[in-house]
């Protein structure tokens, strides 16, 4: 009887942790953003407008060429270069900006500009807070460490090669979250593909899973970590803005809301198909691909994004 009585208590708890690994990581049904029609519905939450200041803290050695590349990206978002190559990095923008027309009380043409602006930093090389990152210990912590308490910053924790932060890999990158507090607050973590994931998270300037048939790409700034996570990244942003508080503009598939990228993850370009970003351009004299270019003459690889107007995934 103890036995048959163990055996079924062990059976149940397997069930239970399969149909939590289902759930998770499964999100109900498998979404696929080269067949399946999104939409996008405002669920009455606001979104970020105007002026948005990210406070951003690089959580271990992050190295100097994964802060340029993502800082580069940020003053891209409202600087085109001055020689006005096409296709700009603010045209990507603009159709997040866009998005306020789905807002109740929007008026009738262009939207208003959003404006991106890193008003703080802080490094933090000591590791102070050890090299796996929680969610519910550690993150608060840094956020505090961080903004002192200002509620009209954007938080956004980035991951030294070494460090883990816990909720990524496993189908995002880089995420926008709410913090637990009384007062719920917006955050944006960005983990590092140098070892976190790289299949995933470093794909597509590294060989996807096996099984792939897409070209592998060459990194825009030549590093491939930091223009990975500046696709992460841009994902993240642009899910925060169009909905910082989880009840503004997303999709509803069956079990999980997903941002204006993530319905198009894994398109970069024209006839883009699993494993393969799809067609963008090449600089001539490096080799990186790209598909945008930003202020002082740096180039972006970015992700496609749903796009308002035409109801559909949209890349530059």
């Not at 060429?65 to 006005?84: Q, V």
């Not at 603009?94 to 008003?119: C, F, L, T």
């Not at 961080?146 to 090669?161: E, F, H, M, Q, S």
């Not at 503009?249 to 198009?264: D, K, L």
Request: with cysteine; glycine share 10%; proline share 9%.
């Amino acid at each position: 009887m103890g036995s048959s009585s163990l055996t079924t208590r062990l059976l149940a708890l397997a069930l239970s942790v399969s149909l939590l690994f289902t759930s998770s990581s499964g999100h109900g049904h498998s979404w696929d953003p080269y067949t399946d029609k999104a939409k996008m519905i405002h669920h009455d939450g606001p979104m970020l407008t105007g002026n948005v200041k990210p406070a951003l803290m690089w959580y271990g050695d992050c190295g100097k060429d994964i802060k340029n590349t993502m800082r580069n990206f940020i003053r891209s978002l409202e600087l085109p270069g001055k020689d006005h190559l096409q296709p700009q990095v603010t045209r990507w923008w603009e159709v997040v900006e866009s998005y306020q027309a789905m807002m109740p009380g929007a008026k009738p043409g262009k939207s208003p500009k959003i404006k991106v602006e890193v008003v703080k930093q802080l490094t933090n090389k000591a590791y102070k807070h050890g090299k796996v990152l929680t969610l519910q210990a550690h993150i608060p912590i840094l956020i505090e460490e961080l903004t002192k308490g200002d509620t009209n910053v954007l938080p956004v924790i980035v991951a030294a090669r070494d460090v883990s932060i816990q909720g990524l890999c496993n189908g995002k990158c880089a995420d926008h979250l709410l913090t637990e507090d009384p007062k719920p607050r917006p955050y944006i973590i960005v983990g590092n593909p140098e070892t976190e994931c790289p299949e995933e998270c470093g794909w597509p300037f590294v060989p996807a899973k096996p099984g792939s048939k897409g070209p592998v790409l060459k990194p825009p700034s030549g590093n491939m970590a930091a223009d990975a996570m500046v696709i992460a990244f841009a994902s993240a942003l642009a899910d925060a803005v169009t909905n910082p508080m989880e009840n503004g503009i997303y999709h509803e598939n069956s079990a999980t809301p997903m941002g204006p990228a993530a319905v198009c993850k894994g398109i970069f370009g024209p006839g883009a198909a699993p494993g393969n970003p799809g067609k963008v351009q090449t600089d001539p004299k490096t080799g990186g691909n790209f598909n945008a270019h930003g202020n002082n003459r740096k180039r972006f690889l970015l992700p496609a994004i749903w796009n308002p107007a035409t109801k559909a995934c949209w890349t530059l």
